[in-house]
């Protein structure tokens, strides 16, 4: 009879709920727990991050400069990757645009060798600055309406189907039009992609039905950028208010990464190709990240986040954490 009774229990607490048949899965977070280092708030928030060896470059939402800091990645303390005990910011400057240039708003920085790009959301253009010559290059048009669809293993969509991407694009692209952040965010190709056509990056877009475009720079010092393929990605975006912050592709793990500030999180793409990308998974982020704007991963497939404000704990808008670290949360 008692074991009669302990089964009926079992029983109850399964159909009622109390008791799962299989447990749950556990999410997995970002903690400050396991932060490498911080770098203290230079500017109220932060939208773009690049790392070059033991330089990080920076640069603020608006402004006619990015940041150049001198980082330590031997400081055993979370907060000596940058500066000094006696000055958080001694070894960071300022770097100004080209003479006569005006606010640009900043949402990425990377290099195209032997250029460094800075991409300006609001004006849809290429800031270039020539890293061998150490000059400024006159500014590059980012073209966004010439895009195609992917191509398939029977080739090249057909016209049609070409033009009503476009309709619905030219569409999209119009509404936003007066609101500067259609542009959420740049990435480097993905290496492993077969279908990669000369691109290189991926443009990510706060428009559900072209979230992600393939982009290749060319002419004489990069004049111009044109904007390639539309990737297909299914249910992007449930909600039209989770606007994506950011875009970072995980070369080793072959991912996707995209910032979701409002639902305070990181989702994860898996891409064979831009022809197929897949929902992950996702990662959450400390809840001190408030307004998280940007993400990255260096050479050595380090995460580095930005922040639009000063956290309210380290009143840093930079942060890094270890791959190791990283690896832990997605392979325990």
């Avoid at 300006?120 to 980012?142: E, G």
């Avoid at 398939?152 to 189907?161: I, L």
């Avoid at 956290?311 to 690896?327: C, E, T």
Wanted: overall charge positive; glycine content about 6%; charged content about 25%.
């Amino acid at each position: 009879m008692v074991w009669t009774h302990q089964l009926l229990v079992v029983g109850l607490l399964l159909v009622t709920g109390h008791l799962d048949a299989k447990p749950k899965k556990e999410e997995i977070s970002l903690s400050f727990k396991n932060l490498r280092h911080y770098q203290i708030a230079i500017e109220n928030g932060l939208y773009a991050v690049y790392r070059d060896g033991d330089r990080v470059l920076t640069a603020p939402r608006l402004g006619r400069f990015y940041i150049s800091s001198r980082y330590n990645e031997a400081a055993k303390e979370i907060d000596l990757g940058f500066g000094t005990l006696k000055s958080p910011v001694a070894e960071s400057e300022r770097v100004p645009l080209a003479e006569g240039e005006k606010d640009r708003r900043f949402r990425s920085i990377l290099p195209l060798d032997p250029y460094l790009l800075l991409l300006d959301s609001a004006k849809r253009q290429f800031v270039i600055w020539n890293n061998q010559d150490k000059v400024w290059h006159q500014p590059a048009d980012l073209i966004l309406d010439m895009i195609r669809p992917p191509a398939d293993k029977g080739g090249e969509a057909p016209r049609a189907e070409v033009a009503r991407l476009r309709s619905r694009f030219q569409k999209s692209y119009a509404a936003m039009q007066e609101d500067g952040d259609l542009i959420a965010g740049l990435a480097p190709i993905p290496r492993w992609w077969k279908d990669r056509d000369g691109s290189q990056f991926l443009l990510l877009l706060r428009l559900p039905e072209t979230p992600i475009l393939t982009v290749r720079c060319e002419g004489r010092h990069y004049s111009r950028c044109i904007a390639q393929r539309s990737c297909f990605v299914p249910n992007f975006m449930e909600n039209p208010k989770d606007q994506p912050a950011g875009i970072a592709v995980h070369q080793n793990r072959k991912e996707i990464w995209i910032g979701q500030p409002q639902k305070m999180q990181i989702l994860r793409l898996r891409s064979e190709s831009c022809y197929r990308i897949q929902k992950s998974g996702q990662m959450g982020i400390p809840k001190e990240i408030r307004r998280l704007s940007h993400l990255f991963f260096d050479n050595e497939a380090n995460l580095w986040l930005t922040n639009g404000e000063p956290d309210p704990l380290y009143s840093a808008s930079l942060f890094r954490w270890d791959k190791a670290q990283v690896g832990k949360l997605l392979d325990p």
